[in-house]
């Protein structure tokens, strides 16, 4: 599972935690902007992190403060995973990003705008916000599996598939 922006909303990381045991997902990459100083919210990913794998990258309104919290490192600004032949390449979104090339993936976070891009030479995504989605786009995540990801509200209605191995 991939979210981002949660914005220290007690509520909201409450929803996302069981959609992501709905999901049944073993890990959770979160793309920065995660407590605003909230340590109800702090509590609730250091429990999850007992049981679940959380990869994190810093966001702009994430400060050591918050990264003395929690008991998984959140500071690093690029998470680079390798996942059948791809490279995807996990930031925040507000400091530029390096070269990319044809069919690797950027997954970012910071617009609360929900992005499927593939017309550039690299896929852009963005899984919009856990706590505060702008432009009308719903409270969401995205879900990557065997086949490629699937964007979803918090609710777990699927509002785009994309199939991008097989």
């Not at 250091?46 to 794998?53: A, D, P, Q, S």
């Not at 702008?134 to 979803?152: A, M, V």
Request: glycine share 8%; proline share 4%; aromatic share 8%.
């Amino acid at each position: 599972m991939i979210a981002s922006d949660i914005h220290g909303s007690e509520f909201y990381c409450r929803k996302l935690i069981k959609a992501l045991s709905k999901e049944d997902a073993d890990t959770i990459l979160l793309l920065g902007d995660i407590l605003d100083r909230s340590n109800e919210v702090a509590g609730m990913l250091n429990e999850l992190n007992k049981t679940k794998t959380i990869l994190c990258v810093r966001g702009n309104c994430d400060h050591q403060e918050d990264q003395e919290m929690l008991d998984f490192p959140i500071m690093a600004y690029y998470c680079l995973l390798c996942i059948k032949g791809r490279r995807i390449l996990a930031a925040h979104g507000h400091k530029s990003i390096p070269n990319l090339s044809q069919g690797d993936i950027f997954i970012h976070g910071h617009t609360h705008v929900p992005t499927w891009n593939t017309d550039k030479e690299y896929i852009e995504l963005n899984p919009g916000s856990v706590s505060e989605p702008r432009r009308g786009s719903p409270h969401s995540y995205l879900l990557l599996n065997d086949e490629g990801f699937t964007w979803k509200d918090l609710d777990g209605n699927i509002f785009h598939n994309s199939i991008l191995w097989k």
